[in-house]
């Protein structure tokens, strides 16, 4: 019977470690596979028409983790699907509250395709990895 239990409690702690590693509440923080990426809400179609539009307006779903203060997002808008610095046309970084941006719809030229990408990030450094949505404007 003394041997059973030091076994039985050892199986435990091997069950319950292995559980909340898998859930990613263990381990390193730092490790950007433990901070949610962010689901993008709109604009998700293909095409977007700003007919008689001032604005087009981006959302996305708030994300709630108890025990990481201080998140933001990083929203940048590329022209093209390329994210890189020379087609990055609009950058804004919000707080964790923000779970919206309007943008004026003259930036957007008719027919030309846009990608926009949201981060989140925490004070730490730690950062998601990017959702993006790629959509073709019409006018």
Known sequence: MKKI????????LFTYSNCFA?????????????VPQP????????????TGKDMLEFKWSPHEAKGMPGKYYDLRLYKGYEMVEGTLIFKKRLSGREYKVEVES????NGQVYTWSLRL?????DK????????????
């Open 39 to 50: 689901r993008l809400i709109e604009p998700i179609t293909d095409k977007v028409d700003l």
């Open 5 to 12: 239990i030091p076994i039985t409690i050892i199986l435990l």
């Open 22 to 34: 898998q859930l990613g509440l263990g381990g390193s923080i730092g490790r950007r596979d433990h």
């Open 106 to 109: 003259d930036v957007f030229e």
């Open 121 to 125: 990030g925490y004070r730490g450094g």
């Open 128 to 139: 998601s990895v990017r959702s993006t949505q790629s959509f073709k404007i019409i006018k």
